[in-house]
Structure formats: C-alpha cells, structure tokens
C-alpha cells in the first residue's frame, strides 16, 4: 500500500533560542541583502530548555500531519507532496505553511524523497513570543527528513 506509513520512527526534540544580545539574525540579516551598507550584525543567542517535540516516520506520498495545541485541541492536516499543493499551503500563512515550505526545499534539491508523519504531540515553547518557535518547527521538519 504506497499510502501506509513506514515503521522506523524518531522521537525529536528541537529547542527555542533567545537573543541574549543583538536581534534575530533570521529576520534582521535580511536587512543586509538589501542594503549593503548596513554593518554586520552580531548576536549572542541561547538555546532554551522550551521546545517542540515531535514523533516522526517516513510516508511514500504524503504529509501527514498532526499537532496537540496549549488548549488540548488536536488539528490534524494530510496534504500531497507535489510542489503546487505544499506552495499553496506554504502561502497560506497556516499553522502548516513552516512546515510545507520546508518540505517544498528539500524535495527540491533531493525531489526522490517521500513524505512525513509528523505528530507534534508537545509544545512547551511559547508562539510568537520571540522564542523562535518558526524556526524550531523549521529545524524539526528538516530533521524529520534526515
């Protein structure tokens, strides 16, 4: 059955950081590529004991996705892989758009690979608090598919 999930599965964990000093280097070094003359920044970040944590497998043809929101409420999402549906999902500035987008990356340098089970089954990492939540779902998804 190509749509049955494979049986190996990891347990990750990818932790917030904090910007001790300095801003985020994701968002402000942006700045430079626009404007040259801006100096180079530095920044002092920390890894937190916050994070995400994930229980993740290989799939043939899908992502399949699942999470437990802070209020206990799980929403769960099953998109294709092929390019057009993860860039529209990666557009849509959902919950899953970190996710498909970097999804669509990797299966653009390496377009053999499948597709994931991702449950997100704990989140102590505060959102949109400056913690770089975006980031670790970031790392975690590209984790997932090492």
Known sequence: DMKAPLT???????PGR??????????AGGYRTENSEI????????GTNQGIFARVSAHQSELVLKSILNDGIEIDMTISIDDEALMDEAKRGSLWSYICGVTLEI???????GGLVLNNYKTTLPVKKGLSSSAAICVLT???FN
Not at 8 to 14: E, K, Y
Not at 39 to 46: E, F, M, S, T
């Open 18 to 27: 904090i910007c001790l000093f300095g801003e985020h280097s994701d968002w």
């Open 142 to 144: 590209a984790r997932a």
């Open 39 to 46: 100096p180079v920044g530095k920044c002092l970040i920390c």
């Open 8 to 14: 190996t599965t990891l347990d990750l964990f990818v």
């Open 107 to 113: 299966r653009k340098k390496y377009p053999h690979v």
